[in-house]
């Protein structure tokens, strides 16, 4: 089937995919919304725009390994390249060591059955192979080569592919037509030892499947008891109808039906594959007799073949997948005024239920070469049925609600299936596949350590990181009480639901909570066991007191009275802070909508800056495929002076080493080392000379431009005297709020980083002031750095009395 493939899915990312990013969230972050981007809303010239802008076509060959100098050349080829030939030719094993062998996949095609425009040759096929090879690369981080091959004939295209395989860990087929497909993967598959797979055939009847499941477990059905109803012979319908059967289905229940009706046993002249469905029963002829009662309509055909009055006579609670793309078998419109019951699903993403092959294969060939699988087979596409299934099921992180610009998904009649953008697909299938290849006896390579193969597969796609991974289990070890001020605001009360479900902190809310239990009721959210304080009500009367006596008497040299204590107890940033210096609470998380002045005036008054310093910063961390990165200061100062850079290097100092990391600083400006006599540089030339005799052990230097701190060899090379030779520079501090704005802000939008911050530095206590409107997940983030935070200064406390004692 041509029509449900990928190609909404390539057209409706022309905004998306620009740049070829090869980073997830950076996807998911700029992902406009896709009910804007139908196939309407673009024309011929943008498409064709699109793929010959900058360098022509999507997809390009990248290095790995450095080649700058005569002896990276000869290493990469002759006369060093000998090497690994001849341990390859001793053990052919060992080119997945050696070679990119065991991440590349071959697409390869003959153009016979291209994105339903049909038999248009091999070349003109090549835009939809590059982009089925970028699919795999974002979604999933493997390689690929497009192949296409001038042969329409089987048995010459089967001896073709045969031949290359030895260059590749797996092949995807794809685009070629029926029945000639059947013959070449089934030959494929018994003569190649890597896994093989024909897309258009089990990529749609994996992902439908999936959705099948779970749109019986909503209907109340079984599966062994329902009768379906398969429009379009073609090869996703034959896969379709024998993936179905291996999961429990009856084949004498499942109708097939052609352009020429309903396929009967006694039709002349059927393909094995029409014989393999035809049906026994009587007096079925047209599509109209075959839904007749029917539980399940899987369209794989042509738009508008299947009318309302239809869909009326099927069976209660009808399941109707309609994947003719752009144009379903049944409209959207017209599929839910057939009947109240339906439970409908497309192949199209601006409708719910979008039966997408992007589900399934990047994440199958994934498994598949990670275990160095012989070959897709049936237990492994089964595998691939239920994660996607049972992933359904799971909570919807914000980052996919937020790519889809939605509120909240969850489980239901208009959320059968994951969404094509959502992260947890490669954790989630790639494990199950590459279990089922392990079970099944066709793994070359078995996983043994579960918990690394799921860490290096968020790694893969900058999922995740180490350092937060690390903070993550120790903040589960240690849990602290964090109160979330503005609780009314719906990101940070799902951070702090997602927070207590992750066993990091104990969370307290700040609030109405009538206001907060009706959001969670309205929002899915599971408040169970989590604190509300509304701390207006009259029975907080006696704690505002003493909070505000306590304040009165820290402040009172300041101009505080107990009056005007007392009317801060009204404001939750206070109130919260108040909590966290009298010990009701660890640490607290503020700033999600309120004025970040206001909160950083607040936590002077109430919590104190670090004895030593005069200043507080912030600090952004930036992971990066070049390492870790620190940045500051981010949020706080916006012009700083010298004295103020001068805390702002030593907090950053402090905190880099916090995070386990032994900072290496460079103070940036747009002059390297004194050229600029005036201005922001001389000041900055003037700090680092401050520093180097305040803080000797401190290796930082400056000013100089950021090309120059962040390139070894160009600076090392052109100023061998400074205090930065030979390292490889992780902590950059700004001249100003502006430029560490601009540059924090720019590397995330553009894919280059993901980042965890702002981090408050230079606070007595653990008080974190967030970006405003952060997501869900930079919320959570930062809570387990304030649960963190919290542990070191309980810590640093109880050594205080054991010194004392």
Not at 60 to 72: F, G, R
Request: contains cysteine; hydrophobic residues 40%; charged residues 25%.
């Amino acid at each position: 089937m041509k029509n449900n493939k990928y190609a909404n899915l390539l057209f409706q990312h022309t905004i998306v995919l620009e740049e070829n990013n090869l980073n997830l969230q950076l996807l998911l972050r700029n992902t406009i919304n896709y009910s804007s981007y139908t196939m309407a809303k673009f024309t011929k010239e943008d498409a064709l725009n699109y793929h010959r802008m900058g360098k022509p076509g999507k997809i390009e060959i990248v290095p790995t390994k450095p080649y700058s100098t005569q002896t990276d050349l000869s290493l990469a080829y002759s006369p060093g390249v000998a090497e690994p030939c001849l341990e390859i030719e001793k053990d052919p094993n060992a080119a997945y060591e050696y070679t990119t062998k065991g991440n590349l996949v071959a697409v390869i095609s003959n153009g016979t059955a291209v994105l339903g425009l049909g038999d248009i040759g091999a070349l003109a096929g090549k835009p939809v192979m590059e982009g089925k090879g970028l699919l795999f690369k974002i979604f999933a981080g493997i390689d690929v080569f497009d192949i296409e091959i001038n042969e329409k004939d089987p048995e010459k295209f089967i001896q073709i592919v045969k031949a290359i395989s030895p260059t590749f860990g797996g092949i995807n087929l794809e685009d070629i037509k029926a029945p000639e497909c059947f013959e070449i993967e089934t030959r494929l598959r018994e003569e190649v030892d890597i896994p093989i797979m024909h897309d258009d055939q089990h990529g749609t009847a994996i992902i439908s499947a999936a959705g099948l499941i779970n749109a019986l477990e909503i209907v109340g059905k079984k599966i062994e008891d329902i009768r379906i109803v398969v429009n379009g012979a073609g090869a996703a319908a034959n896969s379709c109808a024998r993936l179905y059967v291996l999961l429990g289905a009856r084949k004498e229940n499942i109708i097939m039906v052609d352009s020429k009706g309903v396929i009967t046993a006694d039709r002349q002249n059927l393909t094995p594959q029409k014989q393999e469905f035809a049906t026994d029963r009587q007096g079925l002829k047209t599509l109209s007799d075959a839904v007749y009662g029917a539980d399940v309509f899987l369209g794989l055909s042509v738009a508008d073949v299947l009318t309302k009055e239809m869909v009326r006579t099927m069976a209660k609670d009808p399941i109707v997948f309609a994947l003719a793309n752009p144009n379903p078998e049944i409209s959207y419109a017209d599929a839910m005024d057939s009947r109240g019951d339906i439970l409908f699903a497309t192949g199209r993403s601006d409708y719910p239920n979008q039966i997408n092959n992007v589900l399934g294969f990047p994440y199958i060939f994934r498994g598949a070469l990670d275990v160095r699988a012989t070959s897709i087979n049936e237990e492994m596409k089964k595998a691939a049925v239920l994660a996607i299934a049972d992933l359904a099921k799971q909570h919807v992180p914000d980052v996919v609600n937020a790519a889809y610009n939605l509120n909240k998904i969850s489980f239901g009649r208009s959320y059968i299936i994951p969404k094509p953008l959502d992260p947890r697909l490669l954790t989630t299938v790639a494990p199950a596949v590459a279990k089922a290849a392990i079970a099944s006896g066709v793994a070359r390579n078995p996983i043994t350590d579960w918990d690394a193969y799921n860490v290096k597969l968020r790694e893969l796609m900058g999922y995740d990181n180490k350092m937060l991974r690390h903070f993550t289990e120790t903040a589960r070890q240690n849990p602290k009480r964090v109160v979330f001020s503005e609780a009314n605001h719906l990101n940070m009360l799902r951070a702090a639901a997602t927070a207590k479900a992750e066993g990091v902190c104990f969370p307290i809310l700040l609030g109405n909570e009538e206001r907060i239990e009706k959001m969670a009721v309205e929002n899915n959210i599971d408040l169970t066991g989590i604190e509300i304080i509304n701390l207006r009500h009259d029975r907080e009367e006696e704690r505002r007191t003493l909070y505000a006596k306590h304040l009165t008497a820290k402040c009172e040299r300041d101009g505080m009275t107990l009056t005007d204590a007392l009317e801060k107890m009204f404001d939750r940033s206070y109130f919260g802070m108040m909590m966290v210096e009298m010990g009701n609470a660890d640490a607290m998380i503020t700033g999600a909508y309120t004025n970040f002045i206001e909160n950083i005036n607040a936590a002077k008054q109430v919590i104190g800056i670090r004895d030593g310093m005069k200043h507080i910063a912030a600090m952004h961390i930036a992971n990066t495929k070049k390492g870790t990165f620190f940045l500051a200061d981010t949020l706080f100062n916006r012009h700083p002076n010298e004295e103020t850079l001068v805390d702002i290097a030593r907090l950053t100092n402090q905190a880099v080493k916090f995070f386990a990391h032994d900072p290496v600083m460079a103070m940036l400006s747009y002059s390297n080392f004194g050229v600029d006599k005036q201005g922001s540089p001389a000041s900055i030339h003037r700090v680092i000379d401050t520093l180097h005799h305040m803080c000797p052990d401190m290796v930082i230097d400056g000013e100089m431009q950021v090309n120059f701190a962040l390139n070894k060899i160009l600076r090392d090379e052109k100023y061998p005297f400074t205090k930065l030779k030979d390292k490889e520079v992780n902590t950059l501090i700004f001249p100003n709020l502006s430029s560490a704005n601009i540059a924090s802000k720019m590397i995330l939008e553009m894919g280059i980083s993901d980042m965890i911050g702002p981090i408050q530095m230079g606070l007595k206590k653990p008080i974190h002031i967030l970006d405003v409107e952060s997501s869900v997940r930079d919320i959570v983030n930062m809570t387990i750095i304030a649960v963190i935070d919290a542990i070191v200064e309980e810590q640093k406390r109880q050594n205080n009395i054991g010194e004392l004692a």
